[in-house]
């Protein structure tokens, strides 16, 4: 059986901000879980693997990891844990420096977002001191009007504390907050704090788990996040003639694309009749994995973006 995949258009018009995860959704840190095997060598117990450590750090404090895999119980053994996790601390930015590294587009999707006037923030996990570390060094600081991390809440994610107190930190809602993540647990935060989201196919999240927790979308990678909100924006922007979004099954999906128009200064351009313009093919892009991960993509009705007057050209 197919997913359905809703785009709820006046739930997105809606959002004045995005709160994104980082490790997995904007970062891929998959080489910095390195250090974490190191200090388990250190300490002379046994080495998880990378995909163990992921799934580990989607639910757990560095604190809790280490009494994990220490197999430390007891109140005796909080020493040990402590030198576990001061031993990851003294060395997390130097291994970040070597083997982390940006996923593809996210530097050029953050600055869409923030030009477009969205505030952004991140909601983590890890470490304040460890997520500074990776947003200094990619450079990424000056976009976030806000970070959240486990040193700012009593309950990490899929607990919504982190989502709300994001929001709050922006002067807004939850419901005028985006969550974009890569895991379950990023969509249940979201869902549980009344916030909309999207989840990413770079990190653990599969797209079946995403839809089961209550994503409004699920895309390969933040890159779309902006043409997502552009779509769903179209119709309070004028736009809603040049972008008559159809969906024919599971195979087919079509436009109706009038004449060009100016949005915001920019001439939109149509490559070809049946296309859409320049500026969204990045979100043609997202569809066509839609299309190839077996999604049926449909409208809620009555939908803004339909125009069953206008003929859809085949793409």
Wanted: hydrophobic share 40%; net charge neutral.
């Amino acid at each position: 059986m197919s997913a359905i995949l809703v785009l709820q258009g006046s739930v997105l018009r809606a959002v004045k901000a995005v709160a994104f995860d980082l490790d997995g959704t904007l970062i891929d840190l998959n080489g910095s879980y390195q250090v974490v095997q190191d200090a388990c060598r250190a300490f002379s117990v046994q080495i998880p693997s990378i995909p163990e450590i992921r799934c580990l750090i989607q639910v757990l404090s560095l604190e809790q990891i280490g009494s994990h895999v220490l197999g430390c119980a007891s109140e005796s053994s909080s020493q040990r844990v402590s030198a576990f996790v001061e031993w990851i601390h003294e060395r997390y930015e130097t291994y970040v420096t070597r083997f982390a590294r940006l996923v593809a587009g996210t530097a050029a999707s953050l600055s869409r977002l923030v030009a477009s006037g969205y505030k952004l923030a991140i909601v983590s996990n890890n470490d304040r001191s460890n997520v500074m570390a990776v947003v200094k060094h990619f450079g990424l600081e000056k976009y976030f009007s806000a970070i959240v991390t486990k040193d700012d809440v009593r309950r990490l994610k899929p607990d919504p504390e982190m989502i709300i107190g994001s929001a709050r930190n922006l002067g807004l809602t939850p419901h005028e907050q985006l969550v974009v993540g890569d895991s379950k647990y990023d969509t249940r935060a979201a869902t549980m704090s009344g916030s909309p989201s999207i989840g990413v196919t770079t990190g653990v999240g599969t797209l079946q788990e995403f839809l089961a927790e209550g994503a409004l979308d699920v895309v390969p990678s933040v890159s779309c996040v902006p043409d997502v909100l552009f779509l769903a924006n179209a119709d309070s922007a004028g736009q809603n003639e040049n972008l008559n979004l159809m969906c024919v099954g599971l195979s087919r999906v079509k436009y109706a694309p009038r004449k060009p128009v100016s949005r915001r200064g920019e001439h939109l351009q149509w490559d070809k009749p049946g296309l859409m313009c320049n500026r969204s093919k990045l979100f043609l892009n997202c569809l066509s994995w839609h299309m190839s991960n077996q999604l049926e993509i449909r409208e809620q009705s009555p939908s803004p973006l339909l125009n069953p007057a206008s003929p859809a050209p085949s793409i």
